[in-house]
């Protein structure tokens, strides 16, 4: 595993940030203690067992996996903790909009994977270089686990075609895949010790194997936008301003939520998921569990 990058008083240097733009992705960086990270955990483990048999309008894991941070209070306060935006403001600027949060849980022994793809082919936010993804690990990440693995360089690619395949092995949406080979050697293993988090560019080509340990593998995806970023599929969109000033008004800025699962909560994730379908699904053959109807969920 690397050395950390080492963070001036919270903040990337210059260096790290013309790493993380040559590049495509930047890791580990070390934003919460063990400790932490381990009582974040717990929190969310209880969450689930309190919450699994609840009588909520979709299958808990559908909230986990789609904007976890507009129902779950715990997920909005790891999403817009000081120290993970001061991070964060090193690539995107002052300004940042916190767009989505997904948890993505892969059980021990499991089968489940994520097979490689761009982020941003799904947004229905064009190419934009106005948006990032920190993905934090709630438990070791590691090549055993099915930490994710980058494709170095793999930015500056346009938005390439993808396969649909809808495989249930597949933790996204529509089981999306690039429809390009990636050879092994061309993959940097993103290995994180709980606490540590990696960052990523929408157009990274990324995906990660199954789990292979006796332990959950539990990473959060947070997706932040610099307020300059558009949403051009769907109607209307939208985020929490997270530090700074939205200038632009191109999201409909929301608050975060202060009670797990609220029933306003509840229907504010339920208006977003109509409202984001259009995106997330254009040019789906079928519906996907995420957006559609038939709501299994999974991770
Ligand atoms: O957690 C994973 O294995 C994949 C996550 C991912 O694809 C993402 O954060 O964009």
């Known amino acids: 595993m690397p050395e950390p990058i080492s963070l001036s008083q919270g903040r990337l240097d210059a260096p790290s940030v013309d790493a993380y733009w040559q590049d495509g992705f930047a890791f580990p960086i070390t934003v919460f203690s063990p400790d932490e990270t381990a009582q974040f955990r717990a929190e969310l483990e209880q969450i689930e067992e309190t919450w699994r048999v609840a009588d909520l309008p979709l299958p808990l894991n559908m909230y986990k996996r789609l904007n976890a941070h507009v129902v779950m209070p715990l997920v909005a306060r790891i999403a817009l903790d000081p120290r993970v935006l001061d991070v964060v403001e090193g690539i995107l600027g ?55 693995d980058f494709v170095r360089g793999s930015h500056k690619n346009p938005i390439l075609p993808h396969n649909d395949t809808f495989s249930d092995n597949n933790l996204l949406s529509r089981g999306q895949e690039v429809a390009v080979d990636v050879a092994d050697e ?114």
């Open 94 to 148: 002052p300004d940042l909009l916190l767009w989505s949060a997904e948890l993505f849980i892969k059980e021990p022994r499991t089968t489940q994977v994520v097979g490689m793809h761009q982020d941003l082919t799904y947004w229905g936010m064009g190419e934009t270089p106005d948006q990032m993804t920190a993905w934090i690990a709630l438990s070791p990440a590691t090549v055993a686990s099915g930490c994710m």
């Open 186 to 299: 061309d993959k940097t293993h993103i290995e994180l010790q709980p606490g540590q988090m990696s960052l990523h560019h929408g157009l990274t080509i990324h995906g990660s194997g199954p789990n292979m340990s006796d332990d959950r593998r539990i990473g959060l995806a947070i997706r932040y936008l610099n307020p300059n970023a558009q949403q051009k599929v769907a109607d209307r969109d939208y985020a929490v301003l997270a530090r700074g000033e939205d200038r632009m008004g191109n999201f409909i800025l929301i608050e975060p939520p202060t009670e797990l699962f609220s029933p306003p909560a509840l229907a504010l994730h339920a208006r977003i998921r109509e409202d984001q379908a259009k995106a997330m699904t254009q040019g789906a053959a079928q519906s996907t569990h995420l957006y559609g109807n038939e709501a299994t969920g999974t991770g």
